[in-house]
């Protein structure tokens, strides 16, 4: 499966952004999504997960009251989305695909197989 990440860009302190998800060569019937970040300087981070069967939904503590991972089975795609924005968010998200993660695995990127281009994000005013 091939992704494509996208919807990154600037935005202010306090702001939203809303990030896609997209595949291609085949659906995501079956795998496991996940969102990653890595800011500058530093370890990339899991963000978000989401299972493509039935939906639930996987977040890292220190963002759970910030975001939101969805899926769109029409389309295809994983949404994230991140509200109140900081600075600190400002990293390039990649989002990553597997078949066979189980629970304990979905946080550890090296996990996934597949893996989009990653999408930059800046948070500025």
């Known amino acids: 499966v091939q992704l494509q990440a996208s919807g990154g860009g600037l935005v202010q302190p306090g702001g939203s952004l809303r990030l896609s998800c997209a595949a291609s060569g085949r659906t995501f019937s079956g795998y496991t999504v996940g969102w990653f970040r890595r800011a500058p300087g530093k370890e990339r981070e899991f963000v978000a997960a989401i299972r493509w069967m039935g939906g639930r939904a996987y977040y890292a503590d220190s963002l759970k009251d910030r975001v939101t991972i969805s899926r769109d089975n029409a389309w295809n795609t994983v949404f994230l989305e991140m509200n109140n924005v900081k600075p600190e968010d400002t990293a390039v998200y990649y989002c990553?695909?597997?078949?066979?993660?189980?629970?304990?695995?979905?946080?550890?990127?090296?996990?996934?197989?597949?893996w989009g281009q990653g999408t930059q994000v800046t948070v500025s005013s």
């Open positions: 990553a695909a597997d078949r066979q993660l189980i629970l304990s695995s979905l946080r550890d990127a090296p996990q996934y197989d597949y």
